[in-house]
């Protein structure tokens, strides 16, 4: 029996050794002054996606019928942003809401006078230059809440890679720049970590961004302006 529990332990420590060595081949040393940069690096795009709420709010003397008109309401919604090529992946509905209306009077009680009914969507617009002609053809057939956009990139990968070369770049500089300092050199990098990043949104602006004549009307204009997307990376640098 000693036996036995003593090749289980010859076992034992023959697994573990390989797992301990590994640890050991994984973790680096450095023999110069290590250098800890943290650096950012950005990119900017012309937003190619708006998001925009667009629904109805309708009133009547009853729930019921609060909610009827909004339906019928809605439907014409949504057949005008199925004719203008909205896809159903891109429609979105974010708010129903059923709520009681009260006319208040000095030391009376309330009294009920109504319901109001909301329903909302948020649509995804693809072709900003046409999201004003939409939205106003949604007006005319019975949207009264509109709020947004959103302006947002769509596949912003190629945008946060260029904003990781550049920090890369950043990064590299100014390691130079400190080992020049120092009377020293850069001798490699030793570690590089992604820690933050994102989009940095332009400010929010109100829904009618501007109105121009065409012809003998105005419209709806959004102006997509510019996206900053930014990536910071942590970087270890040896210095000798």
Same mark, same amino acid.
């Given at each position: 029996?000693?036996?036995?529990?003593?090749?289980?332990?010859?076992?034992?420590?023959?697994?573990?050794?390989?797992?301990?060595?590994?640890?050991?081949?994984?973790?680096?040393?450095?023999?110069?002054?290590?250098?800890?940069?943290?650096?950012?690096?950005?990119?900017? @795009?012309?937003?190619?996606?708006?998001?925009?709420?667009?629904?109805?709010?309708?009133?009547?003397?009853?729930?019921?019928?609060?909610?009827?008109?909004?339906?019928?309401?809605?439907?014409?919604?949504?057949?005008?942003?199925? @004719?203008?090529?909205?896809?159903?992946?891109?429609?979105?509905?974010?708010?129903?809401?059923?709520?009681?209306?009260?006319?208040?009077?000095?030391?009376?009680?309330?009294?009920?006078?109504?319901?109001?009914?909301?329903?909302?969507?948020?649509?995804?617009?693809?072709?900003?230059?046409?999201?004003?002609?939409?939205?106003?053809?949604?007006?005319?057939?019975?949207?009264?809440?509109?709020?947004?956009?959103?302006?947002?990139?769509?596949?912003?990968?190629?945008?946060?890679?260029?904003?990781?070369?550049?920090?890369?770049?950043?990064?590299?500089?100014?390691?130079?720049?400190?080992?020049?300092?120092?009377?020293?050199?850069?001798?490699? &990098?030793?570690?590089?970590?992604?820690?933050?990043?994102?989009?940095?949104?332009?400010?929010?602006?109100?829904?009618?961004?501007?109105?121009?004549?065409?012809?003998?009307?105005?419209?709806?204009?959004?102006?997509?302006?510019?996206?900053?997307?930014?990536?910071? &990376?942590?970087?270890?640098?040896?210095?000798?």
């Amino acid at each position: 029996m000693k036996h036995v529990w003593l090749a289980a332990l010859i076992g034992a420590a023959s697994i573990a050794a390989p797992a301990t060595a590994q640890q050991t081949a994984i973790a680096q040393t450095i023999s110069g002054t290590r250098l800890d940069i943290s650096a950012t690096g950005e990119a900017t @795009r012309v937003p190619d996606v708006a998001i925009i709420s667009a629904g109805v709010v309708t009133k009547a003397a009853t729930a019921r019928a609060a909610l009827s008109q909004n339906a019928t309401q809605m439907e014409r919604v949504r057949a005008a942003l199925k @004719r203008a090529g909205i896809e159903d992946r891109d429609i979105q509905t974010s708010t129903i809401n059923l709520n009681p209306e009260y006319r208040y009077a000095e030391n009376q009680a309330p009294t009920l006078t109504g319901y109001s009914a909301t329903n909302q969507l948020n649509v995804r617009f693809r072709d900003i230059a046409k999201s004003g002609d939409i939205l106003d053809a949604l007006v005319a057939q019975g949207a009264n809440s509109i709020s947004g956009p959103n302006l947002t990139i769509d596949k912003p990968d190629e945008a946060t890679d260029e904003a990781r070369t550049k920090a890369l770049g950043v990064g590299r500089a100014r390691a130079e720049q400190y080992a020049r300092a120092l009377g020293m050199r850069v001798v490699r &990098l030793v570690s590089v970590s992604e820690s933050g990043g994102g989009y940095a949104p332009p400010p929010p602006m109100p829904m009618a961004v501007m109105a121009q004549a065409r012809g003998e009307r105005d419209y709806t204009k959004i102006d997509p302006g510019e996206q900053k997307l930014s990536v910071t &990376l942590g970087m270890v640098f040896e210095l000798q």
